[in-house]
């Protein structure tokens, strides 16, 4: 059973920065690929930020030179260093993630993960 656990929202001010962290946990799992999406309240969800195995990157144009995802392969954890923050990125923040395993049947298992969600709110 593969599950994604986030830490790192919370409050920070105009300018302020961030990081969030998402671990993807179960047994013998591999990471195609990892994503940060956000939801600001009365919008839909939208891509921020992904990273691949490969280690290539897209950003979405708001946060371009402004948050840098990253991918510690050895702990199946991705990140994302936030800074500059507007109070326009206030939002909650999903990980995402592209993951092949193995369930307990012994069958392969290609899944897209959400995680639970982590609050940001950024004000003065």
């Known amino acids: 059973q593969v599950q994604l656990a986030e830490s790192g929202g919370g409050m920070a001010q105009p300018g302020g920065s961030l990081r969030l962290s998402c671990a993807a946990s179960g047994s013998r799992l591999r990471v195609n690929a990892m994503a940060w999406y956000r939801q600001i309240r009365g919008k839909e969800r939208e891509l921020v930020a992904r990273i691949s195995s490969n280690g290539r990157t897209e950003y979405s144009d708001p946060v371009k030179g402004r948050f840098t995802i990253s991918f510690d392969s050895a702990k199946n954890t991705v990140y994302l260093q936030m800074n500059s923050l507007k109070p326009e990125d206030t939002a909650v923040y999903y990980c995402?993630?592209?993951?092949?395993?193995?369930?307990?049947?012994?069958?392969?298992?290609?899944?897209?993960?959400w995680g639970q969600g982590t609050q940001v709110t950024v004000s003065s």
């Open positions: 995402n993630a592209d993951i092949n395993s193995i369930d307990l049947a012994d069958r392969p298992v290609a899944a897209y993960y």
